[in-house]
Nanobody
Framework: QLVESGGGLVQAGGSLRLSCVAS????????MGWFRQAPGREREFVAA????????DYADSVKGRFTISRDNAKNTVYLQMNSLKPEDTALYYC?????????????????WGQGTQVTVSS
């Protein structure tokens, strides 16, 4: 089970930090990711992190602004979002992969949270 938190309403240029707590003893074995879905659009990849945290990947649209990290001792993955833009407005989902690393495939992610809403006002 994955439970996200940290979403909210923020002005453009502001910051938010999303958290995702995972239940289960194998959290530290698998890659984790963040995805988002805006109204009327398909769900899209945002960021991913390998099992150890040693490898990260980002969508081009968030590179340099967002940072994904994890704390395996706390079964938690984070998404630090800075310099937020109105186009970042979406429902953000945490997901757990079946693999230790992210290989560019959303289909590798087998467990999903319910999402946390991020709204950025202009």
């Amino acid at each position: 089970q994955l439970v996200e938190s940290g979403g909210g309403l923020v002005q453009a240029g502001g910051s938010l930090r999303l958290s995702c707590v995972a239940s289960g003893r194998t959290f530290g074995s698998y890659a984790m990711g963040w995805f988002r879905q805006a109204p009327g659009r398909e769900r899209e990849f945002v960021a991913a992190i390998s099992w150890s945290g040693g490898s990260t990947d980002y969508a081009d649209s968030v590179k340099g602004r967002f940072t994904i990290s994890r704390d395996n001792a706390k079964n938690t993955v984070y998404l630090q979002m800075n310099s937020l833009k109105p186009e970042d407005t979406a429902l953000y989902y945490c997901a757990a992969s079946r693999r230790a690393y992210y290989f560019g495939r959303a289909t590798d992610f087998g467990s999903w949270g319910q999402g946390t809403q991020v709204t950025v006002s202009s």
